[in-house]
């Protein structure tokens, strides 16, 4: 396929609510294009960026999936990306590589609530968005309540460049309001419309909404005020010039009309990201560190061990060798692939490249661009484009690489906390086996998984954004790794601890033929603060008990801590004083020390006062302001402290400190009282006593397996 300048390439993440249409858009795109023959469809897997079977299983898509159309002389890349809630943190891993945004919206529905997590999305990357009012052959389309909730929520300078043409029988185009045409198309056909009059119907319409965008076009700039006051308009040429840099600049959100189902205004679209989205080469400079300290791999990408100075990489061809892997796919037959952005000089095939971030160098050979799942060779790659390559050695999501020599490293995207955390049980041996390596391959894809393992509980953990991601997760590893596990909701990691002091006598005595066994300590134990954890002196005096016995006591009463003394949770912040004992010239040795220190420690514990602890966390939630009041009630409900409350852009952020138990579903319950608009993270911040009365159920629900293995 031809090679494509900077200049002549747009880069563009698809982003939106869940079933907006987004998928179906990108193929009416390509198929408008003629990139592909025929409409790609969702459900039956036909759509070139919905090939995962998991997107298939589910009619959503899950990760961002990469495609590309030629259109009259450019090269459109396209990412798509998923809108449901649980898989919305891929479109921020987008907003990277991309120039600009095509916001889809349902024209039934207008502005959602993953449709403000992407804008915000895309304010903090500063990326020009173009908004798309999709599936307008909806037969509950509404164009005038659908611009009004536009611009009610995200303001003014949300402006239509088209007006939908709509008749007796359905949505049949558009009208461009900068050249002041109508385009006709027929629905289901091939995406390219006829250049008619606009109907008599919409002339005044269309008039008076093309001097509305005239205005706001020429708004802020003198020279086209004056030409605007002069003239009574700007001409077309100008005006095409000013509004591709009143995007650019993010003055102007325009706001245009199509249907990706029945290939509607598709070819115009498609026009319109050629000439007013910028290309790579007109952005600003790229910000990026100079590489002068060695650095740490942390995860799946790489950070810096200290702070050097930033510096700006233009984007063009004649800057030293720079690109950025934005995604990672593992596919069953050509291995890992490795999606990236060329940000500066000219990529080419079997280039030998270094990867700054882990130190490596790495050979491309057979460097690609993407059509979903099929990569088409490409002999070399400008700066700006976007392409694929496969079976890297040692590269990974949100790795930099380039020319030797011209270190720089470009900061990853950061992902959200995981939300929502499942034990993980291989079914058989031969599962267990198989289980880490085929999660690390799924985390090289989505980067906001977690695996690991408690080191309290011993059980394997999985953390994703919630129940339905990790059930993604979970199908994953049976169909493409062929690995059976179960869920479970995870143990809370009880401990146990002290509040009052007590002295004991441990004696461990044990006659038989030969040697016995013979072992005497006296103790004190007192509890220490919160944290300090264990705790041990030495106060034998006169020899009671031999030097070489005292460690023998100290290691039989940290092995009874460990196996608990209410409901089996280790034993925490409390310090031990042996200051007494005696013993036997033969029967005497270390196991019977050991002994002697478990039984003195049970004792003490009956005398301590022993409570229950669980882990308390610290939560910060940021949803909608309207649901604050439902928010805070939810938190006192379980047992949540809040410790602050901020608004910021017409959301709060609440900061509560919540017990970890009552917190391990709480991704569900968020979703449903904020319609998906809500979202969290949470981390370990301390442990406090558990209520008596929830102690007493889990202290009797802790003896439960014991007895029913006793009988």
């Known amino acids: 396929m031809k090679t494509y300048l900077g200049s002549e390439i747009r880069n563009v993440a698809v982003v939106g609510h869940a079933h907006s249409g987004k998928t179906t858009l990108v193929s009416a795109l390509l198929h408008a294009a ?25 009619r959503t898509t899950m990760l961002n999936a990469v495609a590309f159309a030629e259109w009259n002389g450019v090269k459109v890349n396209f990412i798509d990306t998923p809108g449901f809630h649980m898989f919305v943190h891929e ?113 005044n319409e269309a008039k008076a909404a093309h001097e509305t965008l005239v205005e706001l076009v020429a708004e802020g700039k003198d020279e086209l005020l004056e030409e605007f006051f002069a003239e009574g308009t700007i001409p077309e040429q100008h005006l095409i010039t000013a509004l591709h840099e009143a995007i650019r600049e993010d003055r102007i959100f325009p706001v245009l009309f199509a249907s990706g189902g029945t290939n509607v205004a598709t070819d115009h679209l498609l026009d319109f990201l050629k000439v007013y989205t910028p290309a790579p080469v007109e952005r600003e400079a790229v910000a990026a560190r100079a590489v002068l300290q060695p650095m740490s791999a942390h995860g799946n990408g790489a950070v810096l061990e200290s702070q050097p100075e930033i510096v700006m990489r233009p ?41 700054y971030s882990r130190k490596g160098t790495e050979k491309f050979a057979h460097i690609a661009v993407m059509q979903g799942h099929t990569a088409v060779p490409v002999t070399e790659l400008h700066a700006g484009d976007i392409g694929a390559i496969a079976k890297l050695r040692d590269t990974f999501t949100g790795d930099t690489l380039g020319e030797r020599g011209h270190d720089i490293f470009f900061e990853p995207v950061t992902m959200p906390e995981a939300a929502m955390t499942y034990a ?93 066994q013979f072992g005497d300590c006296k103790i004190k134990i007192e509890p220490l603060q919160r944290g300090a954890g264990f ?66 420690f049970r004792k003490c514990m009956e005398q301590a006062k022993p409570v229950l602890l669980e882990p308390v966390m610290r939560v910060e939630i940021e949803a ?32 509560a400190e919540v017990p970890m138990a009552e917190m391990l579903t709480y991704g569900q319950s968020l979703t449903a009282m904020t319609q998906g608009r809500g979202s969290f993270h949470m981390e370990m911040d301390h442990y406090d006593i558990v209520p008596q009365l929830l102690a007493d159920k889990i202290i009797a629900n802790a003896k439960k397996p014991a007895a029913e293995e006793d009988e």
């Open 424 to 516: 993980i049980e291989p079914k058989t041996r031969a599962d267990e086996d198989k289980l880490a390596p085929a999660v690390h391959k799924i985390m090289e894809e989505d980067l906001l998984v977690r695996f690991y393992r408690d080191p309290q509980t011993s059980e394997f953990l999985i953390a994703g954004a919630g129940q339905p991601h990790i059930e993604s997760l979970v199908s994953k590893l049976r169909k493409r790794y062929h690995t059976e596990v179960t869920l479970k909701a995870p143990k809370v990691p009880y401990r146990e601890t002290i509040r009052g002091r007590a002295e004991a006598q441990g004696r461990h005595k044990k006659q038989t033929g030969g040697h016995g």
């Open 34 to 58: 003629k990139m592909t023959p025929k409409m790609g469809r969702v459900e039956d897997g036909s759509a070139t960026t919905a090939y995962d079977e998991e997107d298939i299983a589910r």
């Open 535 to 600: 705790e041990f002196e030495n106060d034998i005096f006169g020899g009671a008990i031999p030097r070489q016995f005292v460690p023998a006591v100290e290691k039989g009463i940290q092995e009874s801590a460990a196996r608990g003394y209410l409901a089996g949770f280790p034993v925490v912040d409390f310090k031990v004083t042996v200051f007494d004992g005696s013993y036997h010239d033969v029967d005497s040795n270390e196991l019977s020390f050991k002994m002697a220190g478990r039984v003195a």
């Open 315 to 355: 984007v063009n061809d004649q800057e030293p060798l720079a690109l950025y892997v934005f995604k990672t796919m593992t596919d069953p037959f050509a291995g890992r692939i490795s999606f990236f952005k060329v940000f500066s000089g000219t990529l080419r095939n079997d280039a030998g490249v270094c990867n």
């Open 91 to 203: 479109a921020r891993a987008a907003m990277l590589p991309v120039d600009a945004t095509l916001m889809v919206m349902n024209a039934a529905n207008g502005p959602e609530a993953m449709t403000d997590r992407v804008w915000k999305y895309a304010d903090e990357f500063n990326l020009p968005r173009i908004v798309v009012i999709n599936q307008m052959d909806h037969p509950r389309a509404d164009r005038e309540k659908t611009l009004e909730g536009v611009r009610s929520r995200y303001g003014r300078h949300l402006i239509p460049v088209q007006l939908p043409i709509i008749d007796a029988k359905g949505f049949q185009g558009v009208v461009d309001l900068v050249t002041m045409e109508a385009f006709f198309y027929t629905p289901n056909g091939d995406g390219h419309g006829k250049i008619s009059d606009i109907p008599a119907d919409m002339a």
């Open 624 to 655: 909608p302001e309207e649901f604050a009041g439902s928010l805070m009630g939810d938190l006192n409900q379980r047992r949540g402290r809040v410790q602050g409350m901020d608004s910021a852009d017409m959301s709060t952020v609440i900061r």
